[in-house]
């Protein structure tokens, strides 16, 4: 761990209230970039806790979302421990939650009471519809979310059914958007003085990136297709097979395609009256293949990943997750780190995609044992042993 | 258009060598929270002015992507537009490129020379790969960042090909990464007055998302099987047939899984000893299926997602654009919108998952004509109205 360079969010005091996967995936980008990021857990602690294969106790997949935190372990269903909650928000910059909506408001912290309490705070919910509209009250969930939003119905075989992403991509991209917009209302409550709410949708978030698929059906009313791994409007492109497997090659426009032919031999394609156009190429789209096809049989991957991305042609492989650990760019990027689990073992997690020059991501806190900070947390916040003890006999608090 | 309400990033000057869709995508959310971003265009323009269906002239993929921005001409091959540029470097806060690794290094603005030049500016780069690394030189593109990065291969049926996802999740991805990091490092430097670079590379961002899948490879070294829509280790989930057509059903845990087959008049299925444990049911799933499609099919897909969702079983169906758009939900939350062309048409446009409660993202300024505020903004830098002619006449810049 590095203790010693302060990250761009240093003194920045985030209060975390979420669980599972959208909220922590945010409020870990946060602690990644320097805040202090305060897990205020359940008793029995985030569920995920419990979830996916143990190591020494500890479960991998909450350690891939929870390192640059402090957990305190907090019972917000009890008096005592929403006026321990009120105490630290008074003077914390950021509340972060991932309940469905209205749940805040049971709590009895709804916006009108958190901005009495400090008009500073910005109040951070991520969930699956939004909160108003008529499905704000749904329960949501990565699957559903990537099937109403569209996103799911793009994706697949032609002839297939539409098909998800495996990755929760609607939590994930809900909670980097969510990160995009508290330190946007950061900076604005910088000059304003004034904190403000910011909600981000699973569904909104995955709708965003329908890109130019969306913008086509805007201006066609045509629904896009389904092409599974092929450009619906350019060929070639996509998988091709050499001695050894397949290889991906993007080409994306003409002067890409022409150094990809000229690099295969097949220089004079583009110029044949029989492919001389995308058109016509899409209509022979079997002839090309097998052109294509038996240039590359002849030789492996590695050469042909070599030549062509010399040729700036883009192209790689389809990689497992065995070939993207083992990949020399992928360790030069350090995409795969290790975090420390509290008192404990090193575990195996994902690296830090935001790279900056002078204040770089690290691990500076480690994954937390549920409660781990709970009394330095309190002992910071002005309680004396003797209140701590209290709230701990009276289960409000528990403890590590 | 509402001019009234500043975002929160209001007064924040970006200056925008980006093109095509990673880096637009940034700076336009950066747009959308209210800082100033000056797209500086070559004299052609950004290549997707040309690209996907013209609306009246307009391409609506380069609608999609460049709303809150001003337009300005300038040719960065030429000394004296690189002079220009410099002058919009000396006072902005963050400058984005998203060329290849270097290519700003030629134009003369290397890390050092723009530290010279402005201490406190913010530089921000979207490549590829990584600017460090044996590929750093790599060409780029979605699909093979896709391969690349592990996503595409644990998407697809467990007996069909690795299956990218459509949109280009790589590229915008990577974008929202660096609108997080470029906001963190605008609150560092405002606390320590240095700026700083920062990067992201499609393939990292994208391997960021890996999840849980990433957590049990670390945990267990056995690669992630593709499950198509199923789940990996539950059942029953994924699609189930109704009257009219497919619903998404995820049961992702068991006390979900109640609400689901009480829903269905199947609540005795959890305490058979049949199917009273989930490794039973992934055993028995064609006479589980069997029983949930007898029940589905006498109702309406309606039907079941009303009491389901009600029953708290996160359930949808798989939209295609057209029903995304009528959809009820994302009309309330204001998903799709118009942007209006500078001086022309409105165009439909993908709305802002970033929702703000005291000032919210409004399309503050048109999608821009090329150089339709090149005049503007050199006049804003102090340049009189005979060095703009001067430099219009050089080719230097160019006015629309």
């Known amino acids: 761990m590095a203790e010693e360079v302060n990250g761009p969010l240093h003194g920045l005091r985030v209060i975390d209230l979420t669980r599972v996967l959208s909220g922590p995936f945010c409020t870990m980008i946060l602690g990644d970039l320097g805040a202090d990021v305060v897990k205020v857990e359940p008793p029995k ?14 479960s991998g997949y909450f350690a ?20 321990v909650l009120c105490r630290m928000l008074a003077d914390a910059d950021v509340l972060v939650e991932n309940f469905r909506p209205g749940t805040l408001d049971k709590l009895g912290l709804d916006a009108a009471a958190l901005k009495t309490l400090n008009p500073r705070l910005i109040v951070a919910s991520i969930n699956g519809y939004g909160s108003t509209g008529p499905y704000t009250d749904r329960p949501a969930f990565d699957f559903i979310a990537q099937a109403m939003s569209g996103f799911m119905g793009v994706n697949g075989e032609a002839d297939g059914p539409p098909m998800r992403a495996a990755p929760p991509v609607s939590d994930l991209v809900a909670g980097i958007y969510a990160a995009v917009g508290i330190l946007g209302a950061v900076i604005g409550r910088d000059r304003t003085g004034q904190g403000q709410t910011v909600e981000v949708a699973m569904v909104n978030g995955l709708l965003s990136l329908m890109a130019y698929l969306a913008s086509e059906y805007f201006a066609t009313d045509e629904l896009p297709p389904r092409t599974g791994n092929d ?14 497997g397949q290889i991906a090659v993007a080409n994306s426009h003409d002067q890409i395609l022409q150094r990809f032919l000229d690099t295969l031999d097949l220089g004079w394609v583009m110029a044949d009256p029989r492919y001389d156009s995308n058109a016509k190429r899409m209509a022979a789209r079997e002839d090309l293949r097998s052109l294509i096809d038996s240039r590359m049989a002849g030789k492996s991957r590695d050469h042909w990943l070599g030549v062509l991305n010399t040729a700036g042609v883009p192209c790689g492989i389809v990689q497992d997750l065995s070939q993207v650990v083992a990949d020399p760019q992928i360790r030069a990027q350090q995409m795969v780190i290790e975090a420390p689990w509290q008192d404990g073992p090193n575990l195996r997690v994902l690296g830090f995609p935001i790279k900056l020059g002078q204040t770089p991501c690290t691990v500076r806190k480690p994954v937390p044992r549920l409660g781990g900070s709970t009394a330095e947390v309190l002992a910071e916040l002005g309680y004396s042993e003797d209140e701590i003890e209290g709230l701990r006999q009276a289960g409000t608090i528990a403890l590590a």
Chains 1, 2 share one sequence.
């Open 45 to 58: 602690g985030d569920p995920v806790r419990a979830q996916g294969t143990m190591t020494d106790g500890v």
């Open 64 to 83: 891939g979302f929870n390192r640059n935190k402090r957990s305190i372990v907090l019972d917000l269903y009890s008096q005592a421990g929403r006026a």
């Open 231 to 244: 450009h619906p409007l350019v060929y070639p492109y996509g998988l091709f097979l050499c001695a050894d």
